[in-house]
C-alpha cells in the first residue's frame, strides 16, 4: 500500500478562495482524521470519521470548515472562504478498528504527508 | 481526555541512550499509553504503545510505572535521524473512541 496520500502537497490562495484538501485513507481502515498544525497550537484534530460518517467534528474551528467522507477511500476538508489565519500544514490520517479483546492490538495511525496551506 | 506531560526539549549525543519522560497522573484503567514522533517536515509516525507490561520493538523500548501514572521512551542508541518531537498521548479502550489528541511534546536534540 502506497500509505495515505494527500493532495495536493502544496497550496496557496488568495483570501476569500475556496479551498479544498484531499485525501486518500489506507485500504481497510476504518477511520480517518483530519488535524491541523501550527507553530502556535501545534497538532490539533479537527475531525473525525469512522466507516465514513463523522463522529466528532468539534475541533473543526468554524463553520467556514467542512470535511466530507463519500466513500472508504476518499475524504475532503474545505475552506470557505479562506483567510490568511488559516495558513498551516493540514494532515489526514487513517487507522483501523482495533480487537480491543486483544491487548496488543494495535490502532496505529498512519499519517499522511500533509497539506502546506498559505492564504495571502 | 486524560492529559500527559512532557518536557519541552531535551538534549543527547549521537550513540548514547536516551529517555523520554511522560506523565499521566490521570490516566483511567482503560487508557493504553501511545507514543508517536514527528521528523522534520513529516506527518507523525507511530513509535511504540503498551498498556500495564513494558513493551519493546525495532524502535524503541517502553517502561510503564507500576502505578501507570508515568512511562519512559527509550531509545536505546540515538541516531541523527532520531532528531524530531516525540509525543506521548492517551487513547480509551473502553469508550472506543479512536481520537489520538496530541501535546506539544517533547523536542528531542541529537549531537553528533
Known amino acids: 500500500d502506497a500509505g495515505v496520500i494527500q493532495s495536493p502537497r502544496h497550496e496557496v490562495t488568495e483570501m476569500g478562495q475556496e479551498v479544498t484538501l484531499r485525501c486518500k485513507p489506507i485500504?481497510?481502515?476504518?477511520?480517518l482524521f483530519w488535524y491541523r498544525q501550527t507553530m502556535m497550537r501545534g497538532l490539533e484534530l479537527l475531525i473525525y470519521?469512522?466507516?465514513?460518517?463523522?463522529?466528532?467534528d468539534s475541533g473543526m474551528p468554524e463553520d467556514r470548515f467542512s470535511a466530507k467522507m463519500p466513500n472508504a477511500s476518499f475524504s475532503t476538508l474545505k475552506i470557505q472562504p479562506s483567510e490568511p489565519r488559516d495558513s498551516a500544514v493540514y494532515f489526514c490520517a487513517s487507522s483501523r478498528l482495533p480487537k480491543w479483546t486483544d491487548s496488543s492490538s494495535n490502532t496505529e495511525a498512519f499519517f499522511g504527508q500533509g497539506t502546506r496551506l498559505t492564504v495571502v | 481526555d486524560a492529559k500527559t506531560t512532557q518536557p519541552n526539549s531535551m538534549e543527547s549525543n549521537e550513540e548514547e541512550p536516551v529517555h523520554l519522560p511522560c506523565n499521566h497522573s490521570t490516566i483511567s484503567g482503560t487508557d493504553y499509553i501511545h507514543w508517536y514522533r514527528q521528523l522534520p517536515s513529516q506527518g507523525p509516525e507511530y513509535v511504540i504503545h503498551?498498556?500495564?507490561s513494558n513493551v519493546n520493538n525495532r524502535m524503541a523500548s517502553l517502561a510503564i510505572a507500576e502505578d501507570r501514572k508515568s512511562s519512559t521512551l527509550i531509545l536505546h542508541r540515538a541516531t541523527l535521524r532520531d532528531a524530531a518531537v516525540y509525543y506521548c498521548?492517551?487513547?480509551?479502550?473502553?469508550?472506543?473512541?479512536?481520537?489520538?489528541?496530541f501535546g506539544q511534546g517533547t523536542r528531542l536534540t541529537i549531537n553528533p
Open positions: 503498551g498498556l500495564t
Open positions: 485500504s481497510g481502515h476504518d477511520y
Open positions: 498521548i492517551l487513547r480509551d479502550r473502553e469508550r472506543g473512541a479512536q481520537k489520538l489528541v
Open positions: 470519521f469512522n466507516n465514513n460518517v463523522p463522529i466528532d
